[in-house]
Every structure is written in structure tokens, then in C-alpha cells.
């Protein structure tokens, strides 16, 4: 199976500088508390730390759901001034195309479209044991 990256919506550059941290996030830790201290530790403004957590929530609950993976692993990279999330689940079935669903009025299907328009760059991996769908955002410059 090939790799799928789709285009993003949001894109621009960044100068901003942190450290490089790479953080795997184990079952039973907060996920969205600790991606927010590393965030806010690293300087990214309110805003960027509010897609990060939307766009991670997103993933995490796909995995969840529909790929039914109970504690999906989490891999949050933090190099320069890019934030990268990896989810981890057991279904090698790779997301279609993000679309909209056709009723409008559906309770589910916007996830990856939303996570399409609040990150830069987004997409999903094949490995041996399922797949691994991420996201990377730009600190504000």
C-alpha cells in the first residue's frame, strides 16, 4: 500500500525556533493536556494550540471509532517550529478522500475535513500492523 498525503487548506511559512521534542503518549495520560503544555511551553499562541487539539481530538477519535482501536497509540513530534501528531491503529483500511458528507445535516463524517483545514500538512501512513494517520502545523510566524 502507498502512503496518502492530502492537501491542506491552511498553508504559511514559519521562522519561529524551539526545541525538538518528541513525546509518545501512553493509555491513561491526558493527551490533549500534555500536547498543550508542550505547546505552550514551546510559545505557540492560543490559537495554533486550539487546531492542534481539535485536529488531534479528531484523529484520536477516528482511530477510536472506526478503526475500533481502545487506546490508540500517540507519537507527538515537536521539531523547530513544527508540530507533527501521529495516531496509531490496527486497520490498514486507508481513509477515502475527505469530502463532506451528502446530508447535511449528518451527525458524523466532517473529521478529516476538518483537520484538512486547520493544519498544513495531513495524512496517513500503511505500517504492518494497521496505520498511522497525522497531522503537522506551523507555529504562527
Known amino acids: 500500500m502507498k502512503s496518502r498525503e492530502f492537501s491542506s487548506e491552511r498553508a504559511q511559512d514559519s521562522n519561529r525556533a524551539s526545541r525538538d521534542r518528541n513525546l509518545a503518549v501512553c493509555a491513561g495520560e491526558s493527551k490533549i493536556r500534555i500536547l ?68 447535511p445535516y449528518a451527525v458524523s463524517g466532517r473529521g478529516l475535513h476538518l483537520v484538512r483545514a486547520l493544519t498544513h500538512r495531513f495524512g496517513v501512513d500503511p505500517v504492518k500492523t494497521g496505520k498511522v494517520t497525522w497531522f503537522e502545523l506551523d507555529a504562527a510566524a
Open 36 to 103: 498543550r503544555a508542550m505547546l505552550l511551553s514551546a510559545g505557540w499562541a492560543p490559537d495554533a494550540i486550539a487546531d492542534a487539539e481539535l485536529a488531534f481530538h479528531e484523529l484520536y477519535i477516528n482511530a477510536w471509532q472506526h478503526a475500533g482501536s481502545p487506546a490508540p497509540p500517540v507519537l507527538v513530534s515537536l521539531r523547530s517550529a513544527v508540530l507533527r501528531v501521529s495516531v496509531c491503529d490496527d486497520c490498514p483500511d486507508l481513509p477515502p478522500e475527505p469530502r463532506l458528507p451528502a446530508d
